[in-house]
Every structure is written in C-alpha cells, then in structure tokens.
C-alpha cells in the first residue's frame, strides 16, 4: 500500500554509490524468458518467498494456492516502505521471490536489478490487469504486475467533531475542537504535499514561494499536531481508534480496515484532491523460484482470487475480470473507487528534484523539532 517514494529513491541512489553493498544480475536477465512448468512438476517441496506488507493478501487464497500446487509460500514482512528499502539495499534481491513495491520506486529498482520482468506467457491472467486511467499511472513502466490501487486523505471520528471534515484546509488551518488531536504522516511526499494541495498548488511543486508558503502553514499547524507517524497503522492500538487523535493522514484501504474496527471512523478525499497510489507484486532478480513465483502471480490473478483479495484489503483492484464478480456495494463506494472528480483533482507521487527533496527534508526536520 504502501503505498514511498521520493526521499527513498534519491537516498537509495547515494546510499549504493557510498558503496552499501547490496547484490545484482545481470541487466541481461530484465528480459530472459522464464521457461513454464506445469503444476504436476511443482516438487511438494516447493517454496517460494514474499517481501510485503503484513495483512496485505487473503489468507484463504494463499492457502488455495499452497493446496493446489503443494508449496509453501514464506512471508517477509515490513513495517515502512523505508524499512523494505533498507533491506533491499543492504542485503540485495537475494532470498526474495516476489517483492511488493510502489509505482514510484519501480524503474529505481529495476536499475539495481532488484526486480525483473514477468513472462506473461508463463502468467496469462496477468492479461486481465490494467490500471484505470488514474493520472500517469499507466505510463510506469510495466515490469511488475498491478497489485492494488488507492488513495491518501483523511479519516477522522465523526463523533469527536463539530461538522464533516471535507477540505485539507481542516487540517491545516483547524479550528480549536482538534488542537493536539491530528496526527501527520512522516513522510514529506504527504505532509508538505498535502499541504500544498491545501494552497491551491500541485503536490509537486518545486517553486520556492509556494513550498515556502507551505512551511509556513505546517509552522502554523503545529499546536493542533500530536505527531507524525507512519501512515499504515491498522490496529486496535491506533489512536484514532482510542479517540486520542481525532484526524490522521492515511491511505483509503487502511481507513476502512479501521472502520471496520471502530465504525464511526470516517474517511474522505478531501475536495482540493489527494494522491492516488498503486502498489505492484514484482519478480525479484535473485528469485529462487521464479516458475513457482509465475505461478502464483497467475493464480492471484484468477478473477475469483483477485476478487476475494479486493474484497479482504479493500482496495480497488486493477483485475478488470475481478470486477465483475464483486457486489456492487464494493464497486459503487467511494473510499473504494472514488468520484472521478476527485480522481482528477489528484496526483500521483513522482520522484522530486534534488534541491526539492532537500528543502521537503529541512521543512520535516523543521516541524519535528518545533514539535518537540
């Protein structure tokens, strides 16, 4: 869902060139076919391993697919896309069979020769996946498979507020009902993005007068901030399901699983737009199972599979045969596939110039000390 992204992608490059180790295959296999094998040849003992996050794939249909091929599928899990990169970058592909990543860390990581390419001839369902027309999200490079798609804005308790919240303006300029009751992402990408977004500019700027007029609104913000956290926190820890916080920055899916938890949590695209971000499942470059690994990105990708998956993490699903099996309460809610408006209202993360990442840094560095 994890959905991260800019200062990731140009910390990753500067960590490598300082000579972290980390291990790669040749730039000649992006593209090798992967010869097919059928389910009879798959050794019971057969295992594959996938990086991703926790509670992010249907257990029923791992389990499905663990009878149907007698294998093993082994989870790795992480708690921030930071810590995904960390490994990576420590530790390389190796051990890794599938790797859950963002859209914007994509071509980065296929430079490192971390992911290669899926043979859609050893994974034919991968043919019924396509990302809607969601900004420039289907001009990525097609290297992994579409896994999920979302968006970022704001849950918040409707019991522990005077009116809906609706606007980022709410959050950034709040009223005295939420002073110490909103909690901020830690990520840049979300806090100085949002808040631009709030301004009335593109989430992407680069122009000084309006990332200055953004740290000024941040500044502005702080007595109504109690921190900044990871945005995915599904627990019954979370704050805002205790009513320590009555606002948060997260992701849509995330939201309804807290919802589900505690029901008068509400969540909104606000009005000026979000983001919407998509995750994908990638062939790692180090795969030592890369036959069982296209078996299971086919097998996920079976309309039923995908459905059920869509269904258990409640997130859109780029499976266009999927949808036609799910109830129309999933399809037609608006967390779930938002207004089309509000869609193009959004922006998708992009990996920001240098300079851009640089003051995005300082601003964050900036607020946590003043928070503190």
């Given at each position: 869902m994890s959905h991260n992204i800019i200062n990731r992608a140009i910390a990753l490059t500067s960590k490598v060139l300082k000579g972290l180790r980390f291990t790669a295959v040749s730039a000649t296999m992006l593209w090798a076919p992967i010869t097919a094998i059928s389910a009879d040849l798959v050794k019971p003992s057969a295992e594959i391993t996938f990086l991703t996050w926790s509670e992010y794939i249907s257990e029923d249909v791992?389990?499905?697919?663990?009878?149907?091929?007698?294998?093993?599928?082994?989870?790795?899990?992480?708690?921030?896309?930071?810590?995904?990169?960390?490994?990576?970058?420590?530790?390389?592909?190796?051990?890794?069979?599938?790797?859950?990543?963002?859209?914007?860390?994509?071509?980065?990581?296929?430079?490192?020769?971390?992911?290669?390419?899926?043979?859609?001839?050893?994974?034919?369902?991968?043919?019924?996946?396509?990302?809607?027309?969601?900004?420039?999200?289907?001009?990525?490079?097609?290297?992994?498979?579409?896994?999920?798609?979302?968006?970022?804005?704001?849950?918040?308790?409707?019991?522990?507020?005077?009116?809906?919240?609706?606007?980022?303006?709410?959050?950034?300029?709040?009223?005295?009902?939420?002073?110490?009751?909103?909690l901020m992402s830690t990520l840049s990408e979300e806090v100085v993005g949002m808040a631009l977004k709030s301004l009335g500019y593109s989430m992407q700027s680069t122009n000084r007068q309006?990332?200055?007029?953004?740290?000024?609104?941040?500044?502005?913000?702080?007595?109504?901030?109690?921190?900044?956290?990871?945005?995915?926190?599904?627990?019954?820890?979370?704050?805002?399901?205790?009513?320590?916080?009555?606002?948060?920055?997260?992701?849509?899916?995330?939201?309804?699983?807290?919802?589900?938890?505690?029901?008068?949590?509400?969540?909104?695209?606000?009005?000026?737009?979000?983001?919407?971000?998509?995750?994908?499942?990638?062939?790692?470059?180090k795969a030592n199972n890369p036959e069982l690994a296209h078996k299971f990105i086919n097998f996920i990708n079976q309309a039923e599979q995908a459905a059920a998956n869509a269904s258990f993490i409640y997130t859109a699903t780029p499976n266009l045969a999927a949808e036609k099996l799910l109830p129309a309460e999933f399809l037609?809610?608006?967390?779930?596939?938002?207004?089309?408006?509000?869609?193009?209202?959004?922006?998708?993360?992009e990996v920001l110039p240098p300079r851009t990442i640089i003051k995005h840094n300082a601003i964050m560095q900036e607020l946590r000390n003043t928070l503190k």
């Amino acid at each position: 869902m994890s959905h991260n992204i800019i200062n990731r992608a140009i910390a990753l490059t500067s960590k490598v060139l300082k000579g972290l180790r980390f291990t790669a295959v040749s730039a000649t296999m992006l593209w090798a076919p992967i010869t097919a094998i059928s389910a009879d040849l798959v050794k019971p003992s057969a295992e594959i391993t996938f990086l991703t996050w926790s509670e992010y794939i249907s257990e029923d249909v791992v389990a499905e697919f663990e009878n149907q091929y007698k294998a093993k599928v082994n989870f790795i899990y992480y708690e921030s896309d930071d810590a995904r990169d960390e490994m990576l970058v420590t530790y390389g592909a190796d051990g890794y069979d599938l790797i859950l990543i963002d859209s914007v860390n994509i071509p980065l990581y296929k430079q490192l020769d971390w992911i290669t390419s899926f043979n859609v001839n050893n994974a034919p369902n991968l043919n019924h996946v396509k990302l809607p027309e969601l900004s420039n999200l289907n001009k990525k490079d097609h290297t992994c498979a579409p896994y999920s798609w979302g968006s970022t804005g704001i849950a918040y308790r409707t019991d522990l507020v005077s009116e809906p919240i609706t606007s980022w303006k709410q959050i950034f300029t709040p009223t005295p009902e939420l002073q110490g009751k909103i909690l901020m992402s830690t990520l840049s990408e979300e806090v100085v993005g949002m808040a631009l977004k709030s301004l009335g500019y593109s989430m992407q700027s680069t122009n000084r007068q309006e990332l200055e007029a953004a740290r000024q609104l941040l500044l502005s913000q702080q007595p109504s901030v109690a921190g900044y956290s990871a945005v995915a926190s599904v627990s019954h820890k979370s704050k805002l399901i205790s009513g320590e916080v009555t606002a948060i920055v997260t992701y849509s899916g995330d939201a309804l699983m807290l919802n589900e938890i505690e029901p008068r949590i509400s969540y909104v695209l606000p009005e000026e737009g979000g983001a919407i971000w998509a995750d994908f499942v990638c062939l790692s470059g180090k795969a030592n199972n890369p036959e069982l690994a296209h078996k299971f990105i086919n097998f996920i990708n079976q309309a039923e599979q995908a459905a059920a998956n869509a269904s258990f993490i409640y997130t859109a699903t780029p499976n266009l045969a999927a949808e036609k099996l799910l109830p129309a309460e999933f399809l037609n809610d608006p967390i779930i596939y938002p207004d089309q408006t509000l869609v193009a209202q959004s922006e998708t993360y992009e990996v920001l110039p240098p300079r851009t990442i640089i003051k995005h840094n300082a601003i964050m560095q900036e607020l946590r000390n003043t928070l503190k």
